[in-house]
């Protein structure tokens, strides 16, 4: 491998490139906390674990991304600065609003410490570490929330049957995610510039296998102990888990063509083309802010099914 085959080129230099670098930050301000039901994915305790579990490390996780990118905004220049302020702004809404979710996960009746004590020891052994490993770590960490997150916009049978204002919630987490996969990646880029090609490749794909490691552990960790709240056995919420993850159509099993990708050399995030999955993202909230607020700022009277169908099928 030479160095040309992991150049360190801004986003909107690529090739394969159709989504551009630019990011927006949306005005976003959740509704009530309170969860529609305790399982409040279509009844599914097993769909609702997986997202409470994920919920619940949000706010310390995007902290600690926020904190390994910012050293890098006066480094940089150009439209890589203005990502990185970007990429910031949204975090740090993404963090504010799951407080608040994470808030209903807690008057549900669950108990969300240990889940909380496994992201806090995930982001305390990173912090003696370099800047460079932090921002590879966010970079890993950031190619598995972006390809989960675009799963969700893509098959909606993930988020069916939940109550409006929640799917909106996670809609909007989700086409922020994608839309922002790259800044990381292209901010590591810069940072590791002087490296070879090798040493680069080498070093992002055993950050990726051991970020990769604690993620699927301590997120299934974190469900299993949500769903013995529910009256599971642990051995029974560890087989449900892998069972309900990896099934056809399950998000565990649709990520792994993309989480797989992240390994070939010359690889860049945008050379998966999510472009319309954020059109369709965009026009799904929009659909939900349709049925929930009114074209003219009046509440549209439908039913729930109706409801539910304008959202999905936007």
Not at 83 to 89: E, K, L, M, R
Not at 192 to 213: C, D, I, N, Y
Request: proline share 3%; with cysteine; net charge neutral.
């Amino acid at each position: 491998m030479d160095q040309q085959t992991e150049t360190a080129m801004p986003a909107t230099q690529r090739d394969g490139n159709p989504q551009g670098s630019r990011l927006h930050v949306r005005r976003f301000r959740g509704g009530t906390t309170k969860l529609a039901e305790r399982h409040w994915v279509r009844g599914d305790m097993y769909a609702t674990a997986f997202l409470n579990a994920l919920s619940v490390v949000f706010p310390r996780g995007e902290s600690f991304m926020i904190e390994a990118l910012h050293p890098w905004k006066d480094r940089t220049e150009g439209q890589l600065r203005e990502d990185i302020s970007n990429f910031i702004a949204q975090e740090a809404a993404h963090s504010r609003e799951h407080v608040g979710f994470n808030k209903g996960i807690i008057d549900a009746g669950y108990d969300i410490e240990a889940l909380d004590r496994a992201i806090r020891q995930f982001v305390s052994f990173f912090s003696g570490c370099s800047e460079v490993t932090k921002l590879g770590a966010t970079m890993c960490i950031e190619h598995l929330t972006a390809i989960v997150a675009a799963e969700m916009l893509k098959n909606r049978e993930h988020l069916e049957g939940t109550d409006l204002e929640l799917r909106k919630l996670w809609l909007w987490h989700a086409v922020e995610e994608v839309e922002h996969k790259a800044v990381a990646f292209d901010v590591w880029m810069f940072a590791t510039r002087e490296w070879s090609g090798a040493r680069r490749w080498l070093t992002r794909s055993a950050l990726l296998l051991a970020v990769s490691l604690s993620f699927f552990i301590n997120r299934t960790r974190g469900q299993v102990e949500l769903l013995q709240q529910d009256g599971l056995s642990k051995p029974n919420g560890w087989w449900q888990c892998i069972r309900h993850g990896f099934a056809k159509g399950a998000i565990g099993r649709n990520v792994m063509g993309p989480w797989i990708e992240f390994f070939r050399p010359g690889f860049h995030p945008h050379q998966i083309d999510d472009s319309e999955l954020l059109i369709r993202g965009e026009n799904m909230l929009a659909a939900i802010k349709l049925v929930t607020e009114g074209a003219a700022g009046d509440v549209v009277r439908t039913a729930p099914a109706t409801q539910d169908r304008l959202a999905i099928n936007a």
